[in-house]
């Protein structure tokens, strides 16, 4: 039996993209998934197809910028479900793309407000209650620019850093009370982000470019490479694992029997000469 059956996973973002396929991974193994996300189609689609293979899944209709709506999703998945035991937060933004000073700012705060004060809302709204009940799992999308610089995408690196960051602080003051949060950067799939970055033309690198062109032709990384390890952080597998970034191609299956020193898998640090 799968040790997420009939757990309460809340995915936000979960209407597309990588958010979606996790949702799908998590109802395959008998979760029950609270899909937010800010689109009712999307919501819709995404249920219909959990309930087609045979899983359990609510739509929760919220933005992650109004705290309101979103703790009104939250309390409605509580009432269904019950207790939330794995929160991912998958919505995130690309923002402007193509140079910073070129775009004088422009969404720069929107990104800002979704992508990192949007988990720290989400954040806010859930893990009291894991900390309360000592127990439970937080998985943070992080995403390309979140440990290095990424010309052309400096408002979202600049907001997945400091996501990141904020992972590793907030693992430090939860960790005695038995509650765990990482980054996962789940590598490149197709999403309309990948078209973004097509779209952008010469705004953006011939690398970006090349990336997402190959990303469009292959898919991408597998979403079994990502599901897998959602998974293995929304587990009791890793319980000492937490405030850390791991990437889908990471050799992180070897966490599982391994201790984890401070500086493993963690946001870069400027190294002293």
């Not at 209407?15 to 996790?22: A, E, S, T, Y």
């Not at 395959?28 to 045979?54: F, Y």
Request: net charge positive.
């Amino acid at each position: 039996m799968s040790e997420f059956r009939d757990k309460a996973v809340l995915i936000t973002g979960a209407g597309r993209g990588i958010g979606k396929r996790l949702a799908l991974g998590f109802a395959a193994v008998g979760a029950r998934v609270g899909l937010m996300a800010r689109s009712k189609p999307e919501l819709d689609l995404t249920q219909l197809e959990i309930e087609h293979q045979g899983g359990v899944a609510i739509r929760l209709r919220a933005d992650v910028r109004d705290p309101e709506a979103l703790r009104t999703g939250i309390d409605r998945m509580r009432a269904q479900f019950g207790p939330i035991h794995v929160l991912i937060c998958a919505a995130g933004i690309q923002g402007p793309v193509g140079p910073f000073l070129a775009n004088a700012g422009g969404g720069f705060a929107e990104t800002v407000e979704t992508n990192l004060n949007g988990v720290m809302v989400t954040c806010a709204a859930v893990l009291p209650e894991m900390v309360d009940r000592r127990s439970g799992k937080a998985v943070i999308l992080s995403g390309g620019g979140g440990a290095v610089a990424r010309p052309g995408f400096a408002a979202y690196a600049a907001s997945k850093a400091g996501l990141i960051r904020f992972v590793e602080t907030l693992a430090e003051e939860i960790r005695e009370h038995n509650v765990q949060i990482n980054c996962m950067s789940p590598g490149g799939a197709y999403t309309h982000m990948t078209d973004q970055i097509l779209a952008a033309g010469d705004k953006v690198s011939w690398k970006e470019q090349e990336d997402a062109r190959q990303v469009r032709l292959t898919g991408g990384v597998p979403a079994e490479k990502q599901v897998a390890l959602a998974m293995f952080l929304a587990s009791e597998r890793s319980n000492h694992v937490s405030g850390k970034l791991l990437h889908v191609k990471d050799d992180w299956k070897r966490l599982e029997n391994s201790p984890v020193t401070p500086d493993m898998f963690t946001l870069r640090r400027v190294q002293k000469g």
